[in-house]
Each structure stands twice: as structure tokens, then as C-alpha cells.
């Protein structure tokens, strides 16, 4: 038997190194999307607790975490549009994925082409990417500074209600005593 060429050789060489340590990175990847998706899980049932009190521009007990939107125009007035969206919604805590593909324009035909299905949490970041749900996350948690002013606002109006029932139950006991312990 001939010896291999030296190319050759180095090849199966090259091959021998890189097929078992191909493995080992895609076994490593499918375990860091599984521990993703485990953590948005947990993140995701936290974020659920606050979910009703959350104040958005869209549609009630819906809260957009992702919303890309990509146009093309082919001409002066008319374009395409693709939309992917990850929403999370309440009841749940769910994850809705939304994908719309439009045509508009004054020249040619107009449609619009809508799906939208409930995704898993392993689905959301093998598709999204973990690092930007997180982001889509933070951003709609950090406009809700309106939370801090609100939770003031009611803790003012208690501290009146309580001082308006504390004077009452003054005035309350004292035109009790003067009647002489009851009212006539």
C-alpha cells in the first residue's frame, strides 16, 4: 500500500481534529439554546406577575417584545413590507409570533399575507436570539416609569382618606359626647 499523499494526509488529519470537535459545538449550542430558553421561562413567569399592570400602546394584555418591520419600494408609490413580531401576551404568559408580508401601491396589486401563531420559549430564541428578547423586555419595562407616579398619587390620596377619616372620627366622638353619649 502506497502512502497517502501528504495533502491527503493532511486533510484526514485536519478532519480527525475538526469532526469530533464540530460535535461538541453543536451539542454545546443545542444545550446554551435549551438553558435559554429555560431561563426565558422563568424570566418570562416573573414578567407574567406585573403583565395586568403594564401600560402599552397596543391591544390590552398584549406587550410587544420584538417588532421588525423591513420596506422596499419598487417604485414611487409602491413597496413591499415584512413585519415579525414577538408578542408576549397575558394569558399565560404566552408568546405569539406574527408574520406579515405586504404589497401596497397605485400601480399594482395590493395584499397583505398575515401569519400568527404561539410559539415555546426554545422556539422564541432559537428564531429571535435570547439577548434580544431580554432587550425587548428591558425596553418595555423601562417606559413604565409611570408606575413610580402612580404608586406616589395613590399613596397620597390614602394619606388624605386617612386623615379625612381620622378628623371625622374626632368630630364623630365629641358630638357623641356632647349629646350625652348618643345621637337624638
Keep these: 500500500m502506497s502512502p497517502l499523499p501528504s495533502s491527503l494526509a493532511e486533510l484526514n488529519a485536519l478532519l480527525d481534529t475538526f469532526i469530533p470537535l464540530a460535535q461538541k459545538v453543536i451539542a454545546a449550542k443545542d444545550l446554551a439554546l435549551q438553558k435559554e430558553a429555560e431561563a426565558l421561562e422563568k424570566i418570562l413567569a416573573r414578567t407574567w406577575m ?32 415584512v413585519t415579525n413580531k414577538l408578542t408576549l ?60 407616579a402612580e404608586l406616589k398619587e395613590f399613596q397620597t390620596r390614602i394619606e388624605k382618606a386617612e386623615s379625612i377619616i381620622a378628623i371625622h372620627e374626632e368630630k364623630f366622638k365629641m358630638e357623641c359626647l356632647s349629646n350625652g353619649g348618643g345621637l337624638s
Excluded at 57 to 63: D, I, M, R
Aim: proline share 7%; aromatic share 10%; net charge negative.
Design 89 to 148: 401576551i397575558e394569558d399565560g404568559p404566552r408568546l405569539v409570533r406574527s408574520f406579515t408580508v405586504e404589497r401596497w401601491g397605485t400601480g399594482a396589486p395590493c395584499f397583505e399575507i398575515a401569519d400568527s401563531h404561539e410559539v415555546s420559549c426554545l422556539d422564541a430564541v432559537k428564531t429571535y436570539g435570547f439577548e434580544a428578547i431580554c432587550d425587548g423586555l428591558t425596553e418595555m419595562l423601562r417606559y413604565q416609569a409611570c408606575f413610580n
Design 50 to 81: 406585573i403583565l395586568p399592570y403594564l401600560r402599552e400602546n397596543t391591544e390590552p394584555g398584549q406587550c410587544p417584545l420584538i417588532n421588525e418591520t423591513r420596506r422596499a419600494l419598487d417604485g414611487p408609490d409602491s413597496g413591499f413590507s
